[in-house]
């Protein structure tokens, strides 16, 4: 099983940034996909950011485009989504998960049917 650990969220203004992590453990990365999605409150969870470190492949939802960056660091087996220009939309609660490699899964970004593993989610809150 992969454990994961998201940390990182909290309070910000308006255009300030903020980076969250996703920190694997039980297997190495390589192994799998890992997305980011977020709940704001009364809406569905979406998916937001999608990585394939052993592909270099990234995925990101149009309203982060530009302004979130996701990357990985296979050494320390953690996944970052670097999060720049904060909207007080983009407040939400976010989560990083796992779903078994296959190729180009993270294209078009994960659907959430196929991530096998969820971290806790992290509190992101941007104030205008």
């Known amino acids: 099983d992969v454990q994961l650990q998201a940390s990182g969220g909290g309070l910000v203004q308006a255009g300030g940034s903020l980076r969250l992590s996703c920190a694997a453990s039980?297997?190495?990365?390589?192994?799998?996909?890992i997305a980011w999605f977020r709940q704001a409150p009364g809406k569905e969870r979406e998916g937001v950011s999608c990585?394939?470190?052993?592909?270099?492949?990234?995925y990101y939802e149009d309203s982060v485009k530009g302004r979130f960056t996701i990357s990985s660091d296979n050494a320390k087996n953690t996944v970052y989504l670097q999060m720049n220009s904060l909207k007080p939309e983009d407040t939400a609660v976010y989560y990083c998960?796992?779903?078994?490699?296959?190729?180009?899964?993270?294209?078009?970004?994960?659907?959430?049917?196929?991530?096998?593993?969820w971290g806790q989610g992290t509190l992101v809150t941007v104030s205008s």
């Open positions: 998960a796992a779903a078994t490699f296959s190729p180009f899964i993270c294209m078009y970004g994960l659907e959430e049917r196929r991530a096998n593993y």
């Open positions: 990585i394939t470190s052993s592909e270099g492949l990234t």
């Open positions: 039980g297997h190495k990365l390589d192994d799998y996909a």
